[in-house]
């Protein structure tokens, strides 16, 4: 249908930067854009691989995970980026990627501590690791708990989604989010950069002090303003 056009088109493009940035392979990973007016996202057909992609196979879904229009079948990921979109009325765009360094950290359930000026450029925290499922959760709906496991672990953290646009989820992989769907493709891209710097610092050097709060301040407010440090 031609009335979602704009949003298949937004989807595409940024799928198609995951593998261009080399942060998936095969069919692993998704990203979704939304249109709030009409209340619908676009996101990537589930299983299919990125050089068989075309806009018109994102699949159109409502904010309850439902079908609205398209022949594919979404995301095994949909429910997560539809409960970030009904609860986060600001974002435009979710990510999910399985890059390798993200990842490991993910799967080692670690918080990705800052210990340079580059994590510093994009956040003023130490990248949250949310919780693996619980036996509960995982007798549920996994996918939609996810989501909640992501909005729950900022929460707890004293984060916004506004400050912080990217998490890891325990022995699973990240997600990023953003204004749009390319600003959520541009922090998987940062995100897993700065998880393979922390890994490799850690390997040279298992006592690698963070960054002195100072610092990550000074650093972070000459790239975003004054008064935009959020503090760990
Ligand atoms: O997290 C996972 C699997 O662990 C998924 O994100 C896959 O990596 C992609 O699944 P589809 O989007 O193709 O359903």
């Not at 009409?38 to 691989?49: E, N, Q, T, Y």
């Not at 000026?117 to 995982?138: E, F, G, K, L, R």
């Amino acid at each position: 249908m031609q009335q979602y056009q704009h949003i298949r088109q937004a989807a595409y493009e940024a799928n198609m930067q995951l593998p261009a940035l080399g942060l998936v392979i095969f069919t692993f990973g998704n990203v979704s854009a939304v249109d709030r007016q009409l209340g619908v996202f676009a996101i990537k057909p589930s299983g299919v691989p990125y050089a068989e992609l075309s806009p018109g196979k994102m699949v159109i879904v409502d904010f309850d995970g439902k079908t609205v229009d398209g022949q594919l079948r979404p995301s095994s990921d949909t429910l997560t980026h539809a409960v970030l979109y009904k609860h986060w009325e600001h974002i435009g765009g979710i990510v999910h990627t399985h890059s390798t360094y993200a990842t490991a950290w993910a799967q080692s359930q670690r918080d990705i501590p800052i210990y340079g000026t580059t994590h510093a450029d994009h956040n003023t925290v130490d990248i949250p690791c949310a919780p693996p499922m619980s036996d509960a959760m995982i007798a549920g709906d996994y996918e939609y708990q996810t989501g909640f496991q992501i909005m729950d672990t900022l929460r707890e953290r004293g984060l916004t989604y506004e400050e912080i646009e990217m998490i890891l989820v325990g022995n699973h992989a990240p997600f990023t989010w953003g204004k749009t769907a390319a600003k959520a493709v541009y922090n998987s891209a940062v995100l897993e950069s700065v998880a393979q710097m922390a890994y490799l610092t850690e390997s040279i050097n298992s006592n690698a002090p963070r960054l002195k709060d100072a610092l990550i301040k000074k650093h972070f407010e000459r790239k975003h303003g004054p008064n935009s440090y959020y503090g760990q």
